[in-house]
């Protein structure tokens, strides 16, 4: 099961990984990725895909600085916590 707490923790260290289809995703949505960091940072997992193919993911949701709601699915490879 992922854990919040270690997102969150990954995003602090700047040691999360973007993808391609992620910044693809932001930039049509028109949202910042400070928006997207600030959610994470307050959010709660709400959904976990512990089978989802290549790593297991939540579904987050989160709110931006000025109150917006912002969901985001993360994934975590077991190397991102060791």
Same mark, same amino acid.
């Given at each position: 099961? !992922?854990?919040?707490?270690? #997102?969150?923790?990954? &995003?602090? @260290? ?8 992620? *910044? ?15 959610? !994470?940072?307050?959010?709660? #997992?709400?959904?976990? &895909?512990? @089978? ?8 987050? *949701? ?21």
């Amino acid at each position: 099961m !992922i854990d919040i707490k270690d #997102i969150q923790a990954l &995003y602090a @260290d700047k040691a999360v990984v973007l993808t391609q289809h992620f *910044l693809d995703k932001i930039g049509k949505r028109g949202i910042a990725f400070a928006d997207v960091k600030s959610a !994470i940072g307050v959010g709660g #997992i709400i959904e976990q &895909y512990p @089978d989802d193919y290549s790593y297991p993911s939540a579904l987050i *949701l989160g709110y931006t600085d000025d109150n917006k709601p912002l969901y985001a699915v993360m994934a975590l490879a077991e190397a991102m916590l060791g």
